[in-house]
T-cell receptor
Framework: RKEVEQDPGPFNVPEGATVAFNCTYSNSASQSFFWYRQDCRKEPKLLMS?????NEDGRFTAQLNRASQYISLLIRDSKLSDSATYLC???????????WGAGTKLIIKP | GAVVSQHPSWVICKSGTSVKIECRSL??????MFWYRQFPKQSLMLMAT?????????EQGVEKDKFLINHASLTLSTLTVTSAHPEDSSFYIC???????????FGPGTRLLVL
């Protein structure tokens, strides 16, 4: 079983739709959680951290369920510029090491 | 935010050549740097973790004699792919973290093509 698992994708959705990404992690001792986005042939960029109480940043909402070891990302009113691969990332200890999911590709169509 | 640079941004070389990639933190001191590799349509795979002034810690399956890492200062780490072969062709990305923040800052990556 992979340490961090994501929906395989790709997701093809029309502009303006709401998109939900799911992620599960296997290590219950995981401490920190993140969503990154990666554009084609570019480095990943931090989209948002995920907090236990859930957090929102504009059209983006992230939620964490520690009991189920589940993380989600919701994008509302999707834009063409949201097209990218979304990566679920988990940090397990204090030396910055990140465990990456395989990513889910999102394609927003006009 | 903090800036991390990588050089070169892309390399094309013949099989058997050694290639050095530099990773620099431009406006902060990076106590820890990470080297990742990403093959097409796959996620980032951590290759090694390096702390300034000490030997790098390599992930399982990564040959330390083939991928030489040097982290001689708080702003520079280098990855040397020795005797590169076509199967080493990949996207190599470094990231840097400082003691003041949990955030890792990523370099723009180096695309390596070995012919």
């Amino acid at each position: 079983r992979k340490e961090v698992e994501q929906d395989p994708g790709p997701f093809n959705v029309p502009e303006g739709a709401t998109v939900a990404f799911n992620c599960t992690y296997s290590n219950s001792a995981s401490q920190s959680f993140f969503w990154y986005r990666q554009d084609c042939r570019k480095e990943p960029k931090l989209l948002m951290s995920v907090y236990s109480s859930g957090n929102e940043d504009g059209r983006f909402t992230a939620q964490l369920n520690r009991a189920s070891q589940y993380i989600s990302l919701l994008i509302r009113d999707s834009k063409l510029s949201d097209s990218a691969t979304y990566l679920c990332v988990v940090k397990q200890n204090s030396n910055y090491q990140l465990i990456w999911g395989a990513g889910t590709k999102l394609i927003i169509k006009p | 935010g903090a800036v991390v640079s990588q050089h070169p941004s892309w390399v094309i070389c013949k099989s058997g050549t050694s290639v050095k990639i530099e990773c620099r933190s431009l406006d902060f001191q990076a106590t820890t740097m990470f080297w990742y590799r990403q093959f097409p349509k796959q996620s980032l795979m951590l290759m090694a973790t390096s702390n300034e002034g000490s030997k790098a810690t390599y992930e399982q399956g990564v040959e330390k004699d083939k991928f030489l890492i040097n982290h001689a200062s708080l702003t520079l780490s280098t990855l040397t792919v020795t005797s590169a072969h076509p199967e080493d062709s990949s996207f190599y990305i470094c990231s840097a973290g400082s003691g003041l923040s949990e955030t890792q800052y990523f370099g723009p990556g180096t695309r390596l093509l070995v012919l």
